[in-house]
T-cell receptor, first 114, second 112 residues
Framework: NAGVTQTPKFQVLKTGQSMTLQCAQDMNHEYMSWYRQDPGMGLRLIHYSVGAGITDQGEVPNGYNVSRSTTEDFPLRLLSAAPSQTSVYFC?????????????FGDGTRLSIL | AQSVSQHNHHVILSEAASLELGCNYSYGGTVNLFWYVQYPGQHLQLLLKYFSGDPLVKGIKGFEAEFIKSKFSFNLRKPSVQWSDTAEYFCAVRGGRRALTFGSGTRLQVQP
């Protein structure tokens, strides 16, 4: 099983550029989410989705957009990259909304904004 | 809103020492509690989880945690740490259908 797959693993952008971080899971999970990890701040939730066509904001949504057109994919878009968005981004998925399921994490995308 | 507080930001221990990492959460209802570990350069891995039942939860690699509802705590313990336990440890809470909220993490350094 591939689990949660994130691409790319590394990316360097210039301020103002846009890009999409890809996340795909092959476990038919309903719940998917994006976190950013910064030193001393743990993981902070950016956006999440409880199913195809449904997304909602997390703790730090500004500067990011998401969509969930399929169960498998949950891309994260940076519309105009800023140095403050330099971070490591993790995508996660979980099987059941109401059940006792832990999150499965991808390997992360390390993003640097110059 | 739910929140998580980890008291220790950086812990340095010698091999064979005992470990206890503190975690307190705030949420008014039923919670699911987790401890994740992140080894250098890797993604998060689940150490253990608490959903219901026995408040003493055993996880992988000899770790355990105790849920004390009255103290809103879920401390992580290990009787004897090894050099390979050097990593960052995150406590996380999920209340109801909400997303996970993570603590800021504790960096554990085990010296041989």
């Amino acid at each position: 099983n591939a689990g949660v797959t994130q691409t790319p693993k590394f990316q360097v952008l210039k301020t103002g550029q846009s890009m999409t971080l890809q996340c795909a899971q092959d476990m038919n999970h309903e719940y998917m989410s994006w976190y950013r990890q910064d030193p001393g701040m743990g993981l902070r939730l950016i956006h999440y989705s409880v199913g195809a066509g449904i997304t909602d904001q997390g703790e730090v949504p500004n500067g990011y957009n998401v969509s969930r057109s399929t169960t498998e994919d949950f891309p994260l878009r940076l519309l105009s990259a800023a140095p403050s968005q330099t971070s490591v981004y993790f995508c996660a998925s979980r099987g059941s909304l109401g059940g006792n399921q832990p999150q499965h994490f991808g390997d992360g995308t390390r993003l640097s904004i110059l | 809103a739910q929140s998580v507080s980890q008291h220790n930001h950086h812990v340095i221990l010698s091999e064979a020492a005992s470990l206890e990492l503190g975690c307190n959460y705030s949420y008014g209802g039923t919670v699911n509690l987790f401890w994740y570990v992140q080894y250098p350069g890797q993604h998060l891995q689940l150490l253990l989880k608490y959903f219901s039942g026995d408040p003493l939860v055993k996880g992988i690699k000899g770790f355990e945690a105790e849920f004390i509802k009255s103290k809103f705590s879920f401390n992580l313990r290990k009787p004897s740490v090894q050099w390979s336990d050097t990593a960052e440890y995150f406590c996380a809470v999920r209340g109801g259908r909400r997303a996970l909220t993570f603590g800021s993490g504790t960096r554990l350094q085990v010296q041989p």
